[in-house]
């Protein structure tokens, strides 16, 4: 996926508003149409479910974000050498590198979630010594394979991203790093990585906040995440849209957090043109 | 364990025992969904991207709330809410008029909600198209008398081609793999009827191989023809690399 694709997908720092551009006039009139608006669903839908679920509601927050931000870095970790071996590697690595990276790409995140859930999750109690074994309790659960699902594909995408930024970091660099006598660990840790990193940030950005969009796929096997906790109050309330819309909110919020840290941390790393 | 007896080939024959004709009509399902709501999508991603570059303030700012709040919220939790509030809000405009409450198939639900999500990523795509055509052409264009949509028929569309094609394909392959939610709502397309022949045959891991096989089929086949359509529309440019 291309930079701009990612963009087109995801709420990224560019499109923060500022402080400034709110105070238009046609702006104040359209913010006071819209508090009407959410005095009116605060006023005509039923709230009163709210307090009774606040707890698990919080608790579910947290579910999902330590989701994203652990498959978020497990991915990461994977796909530096998933996207350096598609630049440098032999055949034989560069080769099951990308046929990785085509069949997580070209398949969707839900097939692969329920393949890992209820293939393997299905095939691993038929093995005595799986059953036998310390990682049973575990494996028993949902959240490892939601777990493995998000990291994996997170993988992939990620890996084409550091394929494209290991590829772009320009010749001159490292044959800069080559003529100070650097090694190749002590190159690629103080020159390759970084630079390709710098590069890639603004995409990975974009990728993360993709990410945060595709945990709410692990509540369908049973990871109680937001997603989960709101559909539970549906089906105890029977409400339709309230849960819905507070949950809309919810992930909005979110994302507004996630994009406006990740504009703090773009902003302290220094970037100097010749 | 015998190599026959792991693994039914016979569970995915197309006839009644089998349950390969079941998952090529899901296939099916899910290839015409993604086609209208790709379309539907671009539609609202043409009208989406010219309201914003060219549209009033007041429209300008309806749509940056619009992919805003696509661009910020999982398609699933859209999905839901699109699936339900269309409906409803069609019954209850129908009821309006004292028409009786129809009953939407899942077909056109399902391109209606794949629709609106791949028309604000289509707006972003598309806006940054039309931005890359050179000013001068569409200029030029008006300059020579030509009204607004014929400089949007004969030049602006046509121009914009070559830098929207590589963003437009991207949004193809989501919208194929965005179907796969449409599970979630009940409507049977492959992810969910193989969910569906799996439990029925304790076969999980041959139903779901076989579905990413077909998904996977899909998005190569795609590629051979996007490689041949990105080479048709650039067809006349400087080669870059």
């Given at each position: ?7 087109a997908?995801a709420f ?7 402080a400034?551009?709110?105070?238009v006039?046609?702006?104040i ?10 005095v009116a ?11 009774r ?10 579910v ?7 498959t ?7 796909a530096?050498p998933?996207?350096l ?5 032999p055949?034989f ?5 990308k046929?990785?990276?085509?069949v997580?790409?070209?398949t ?7 393949l ?5 999750g ?6 005595p ?8 309790p575990?494996?028993?659960?949902a959240?490892p ?7 994996i594909?997170f993988?992939?995408?990620e890996g084409?991203?550091?394929r494209g930024?290991f590829a772009?970091?320009p010749?001159?660099e ?5 003529a100070?006598?650097?090694?190749r660990?002590?190159m690629f ?5 970084p630079?390709a990193i ?5 995409t990975?950005n974009?990728e993360?906040?993709l ?18 906790v709101?559909?539970k ?6 409400l ?30 220094p970037?100097?043109?010749a | ?5 792991l693994?039914?080939w016979g ?5 009644a ?8 009509q899901?296939?099916f399902?899910s290839?015409?969904?993604?086609v209208?709501?790709?379309?539907l999508?671009l ?7 010219f309201?914003?570059l060219?549209?009033?303030p007041?429209l ?21 809410l699109?699936?339900y509030a269309?409906t409803d ?8 008029f004292?028409?009786g409450p129809?009953?939407?198939s ?15 990523y289509?707006?972003?795509?598309l806006r940054?198209?039309i ?8 200029e030029?264009?008006?300059?020579y ?7 949007l ?6 121009a ?6 590589p963003g437009l ?5 989501i ?11 009940g ?13 029925t045959?304790?076969?999980y891991?041959?139903?779901?191989l ?6 996977l089929?899909l998005?190569?086949?795609?590629n051979?023809?996007i ?6 529309a650039r ?6 690399r």
């Amino acid at each position: 996926m291309t930079d701009e694709t990612t963009h087109a997908v995801a709420f990224t720092p560019e499109d923060l508003p500022t402080a400034k551009s709110f105070f238009v006039p046609h702006r104040i009139v359209m913010m006071l149409v819209f508090a009407a608006f959410v005095v009116a669903v605060a006023v005509f839908m039923r709230w009163d479910w709210l307090p009774r679920y606040l707890p698990r509601l919080g608790w579910g927050i947290l579910v999902s974000l330590v989701m994203l931000f652990s498959t978020a870095i497990l991915g990461f970790l994977l796909a530096v050498p998933i996207g350096l071996v598609q630049v440098t590697g032999p055949w034989f690595l560069k080769l099951p590198a990308k046929i990785f990276c085509t069949v997580i790409r070209g398949t969707p995140l839900l097939l692969q979630l329920w393949l890992l859930y209820y293939g393997l999750g299905s095939l691993f109690p038929q093995f005595p010594a799986i059953r036998q074994s310390f990682l049973w309790p575990y494996l028993r659960e949902a959240w490892p394979y939601g777990v493995a699902a998000l990291t994996i594909s997170f993988a992939a995408y990620e890996g084409e991203v550091m394929r494209g930024a290991f590829a772009g970091v320009p010749p001159g660099e490292l044959e800069a790093a080559k003529a100070y006598g650097m090694g190749r660990w002590a190159m690629f840790r103080r020159i390759w990585l970084p630079r390709a990193i710098h590069r890639a940030l603004p995409t990975l950005n974009g990728e993360t906040v993709l990410q945060l969009k595709s945990t709410p796929l692990v509540a369908t096997v049973t990871v109680v995440d937001v997603y989960a906790v709101i559909s539970k109050v549906r089906q105890e309330t029977f409400l339709t849209y309230e849960p819905l819309l507070l949950l809309a909110l919810i992930y909005m919020c979110l994302t507004g957090i996630l994009v406006v840290a990740f504009r703090t941390f773009e902003n302290r790393i220094p970037t100097r043109g010749a | 364990m015998a190599a026959d007896s792991l693994i039914n080939w016979g569970l995915l024959s197309l006839n009644a025992p089998g349950w390969g004709g079941v998952l090529l009509q899901g296939f099916f399902n899910s290839i015409q969904i993604a086609v209208g709501g790709f379309t539907l999508g671009l539609a609202l991603g043409i009208g989406g991207a010219f309201g914003k570059l060219y549209g009033g303030p007041v429209l300008r700012d309806l749509l940056e709330c619009y992919t805003t709040v696509v661009r910020a919220v999982p398609e699933l939790v859209l999905i839901l809410l699109l699936y339900y509030a269309g409906t409803d809000l069609l019954n209850q405009v129908l009821a309006l008029f004292s028409i009786g409450p129809v009953d939407i198939s899942g077909l056109m639900a399902g391109i209606f909600v794949i629709g609106v999500v791949q028309g604000a990523y289509s707006t972003e795509v598309l806006r940054g198209a039309i931005k890359a055509v050179p000013a001068g052409q569409i200029e030029a264009a008006r300059a020579y008398g030509m009204s607004p949509t014929k400089v949007l028929r004969r030049i602006t569309l046509p121009a914009m081609l070559p830098y929207a094609i590589p963003g437009l394909s991207n949004l193809w392959l989501i919208a194929t793999k965005d179907t796969a939610l449409l599970a979630v709502v009940g409507f049977s397309e492959l992810t969910l009827v193989t969910r569906q022949a799996a439990g029925t045959t304790k076969a999980y891991l041959l139903f779901f191989l076989a579905a990413g096989a077909l998904y996977l089929a899909l998005t190569l086949v795609s590629n051979v023809f996007i490689g041949m359509l990105e080479r048709h529309a650039r067809r006349g440019f400087a080669e870059s690399r």
